[in-house]
């Protein structure tokens, strides 16, 4: 399970985090919607280990991600998918995709470089393996990307607006694969504007408001009067009516 407890982070004066509780167990996909600046970015570079806090404890499969000892089995355990791509661009495909499995879990490069390419073809790009970066259009990159935190392995995706850089034919794309992996039990942490996907692969969907949590509920009780009885999930829903519900 991966467990936020009371979690606080702040900028200087600024508290971006304030009390945020949620948890994550296997199997789960949680969608974590909210207004720009509301703080989705920040708890997820909390549960990396990107960013200090100051309050509250954040565990991943029991491991302290604030316990130095404890970080490296924590981030181990989770992999992050961000809005850009930060691929090594003198690396090809595969290569980016194998670098980590091979650098830090030190498997051996010959298995990791064909599960790299069984990822590849998994996500539609068998054929693009041996191209850089540069040579790969926004949504390939994007789903080179989404192979990557897959080769580790991880227990939980965690993804950050993964289409926000991308016109919709290459969101549509990404999403497409995304809403695989959602239905073949990949535990998901999923950071996302795309309201109307997030409804139709979550399980369960969690609503930051100025750094608070403050709405956790199934899906359907979400989208429904459940949801709706919260003014500013009212508030945001309304402003998506017909747009993207
Ligand atoms: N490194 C930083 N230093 C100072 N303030 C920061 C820093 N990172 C984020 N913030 C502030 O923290 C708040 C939350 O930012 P965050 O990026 O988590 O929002 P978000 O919900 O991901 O927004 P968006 O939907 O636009 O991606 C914002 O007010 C932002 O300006
Ligand atoms: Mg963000």
Known sequence: MLSVNGLCKSFGTHKVLDGVNLTLNP???????????SGKSTLIRCINGLETFEAGSITVDGFDVAKPKELAEARRRSATVFQQFNLYPHMTAVENIALAPVEVLKRPKAEVIAEARALLDRVGLAHRADAYPAQLSGGQRQRVGICRALA???RYLLLDEVTS???????????????VLATTGTTMLFVTHEIAFARSISH??????????????????????????LPRVARFLSKLQGEAL
């Open 204 to 229: 369960r969907i969690v609503f930051l408001e100025k750094g608070e949590l403050i709405a956790d509920m199934p899906t359907a009780d979400f989208f429904s009067d459940r949801g709706r009885s």
């Open 165 to 179: 850089a991308l016109d919709p034919e290459m969101t549509a794309e990404v999403l497409d694969i995304l809403k």
């Open 27 to 37: 199997g789960e996909v949680v969608s974590v919607l909210g207004a720009s600046g």
């Open 152 to 154: 580790m392995q991880p």
